[in-house]
């Protein structure tokens, strides 16, 4: 099964989350903290703390890190975080939808608001861009040892849609509903990934010129460094040449 240039978001991400480890690792912790909120501290039994755990580990966060997440969400006085998310257009016309977790939400919407019209953009209402993306379940799987197509069958079998192999590193989506599938079937097959996430996946993507899709870039990047901001999501055509920057 290929890949299509839309998965290209995706990778992007995973990129320029790499070289802030500092940051993913922030952005990790307050997802366990809010899972550990919502349904406790026993991983067992919170499929969302698993779920974050997991992704800890796929980013090498140490293991008292990950402890002293657990213990931050169980204590009363911690901060209480609320997800919230935001959709507007970016400069030509791209759309942005960005999903936060916060500890105060005026700042938030503010924060973002200021980032768009920085470039030319503006934060509209939200579900004004549901038609544009489509929840799916992305996971990245190191190769390793692993049999290509033994491994292609038994994700398949799970609800795979789309399985790329680069880099030795495999990327799989599955519909939102086959999420939860998909990760019982790497837990059977002792695989962990080296994230796992629903992500919003553009159902197509829009083609500017190169001059003005490196201040796009530079706009998702301003976004992601926002504190608040868990994820960013784009309909914006990443071409080889504004990879290679």
């Known amino acids: 099964m290929s890949g299509h240039n839309k ?13 802030k480890r500092s940051k993913i690792f922030s952005k ?22 698993r779920l974050a755990i997991a992704n800890a580990k796929g980013a090498s966060m140490p293991k008292e890190t990950i402890q002293r997440a657990i ?16 959709e507007g257009k970016g400069p030509h016309g791209i759309a942005f939808y ?11 919407v503010s924060n973002i608001r200021s980032y768009l019209n920085k470039y ?7 579900g004004m861009l549901n038609y544009l993306f489509e929840r799916k379940g992305v996971f990245v799987v190191p ?46 097959l002792n695989i962990e990934p080296e994230s796992a996430s629903l992500q919003r996946i553009p159902k197509s993507t829009e083609t500017i010129d190169t001059e003005n899709a490196r ?15 868990q994820q960013v999501f784009h ?3 990443l071409t080889d040449e504004l990879m290679e920057d």
Do not use: H
């Open 143 to 188: 190769k390793g040892d692993l049999n290509q197509e033994e491994f292609e069958m038994e994700v398949i079998d799970a609800g795979a849609e789309d399985i790329e192999l680069e880099e030795e590193v495999f990327t799989i989506t599955t519909a939102m509903e086959d999420f939860g599938n998909m990760m019982k079937k790497l837990e059977d």
């Open 28 to 49: 990790i912790i307050k997802e366990i903290t809010i899972a550990v909120r919502e349904g406790g501290g026993d991983s067992d039994g919170n499929p969302r703390l």
């Open 71 to 86: 213990n931050k969400g169980s204590e009363k006085d911690a901060a209480v975080l609320t997800e919230t998310t935001y």
């Open 7 to 19: 998965w290209s978001t995706i990778k992007r991400k995973k990129g320029a989350l790499d070289a």
């Open 215 to 229: 201040k796009v870039l530079k706009l998702i990047d301003l976004i992601e460094e926002d504190d608040d901001v």
């Open 235 to 237: 309909n914006l055509t």
């Open 98 to 108: 960005v999903e936060c977790l916060t500890d105060n939400t005026q700042r938030t």
């Open 120 to 126: 030319g953009g503006e934060l509209g209402k939200n």
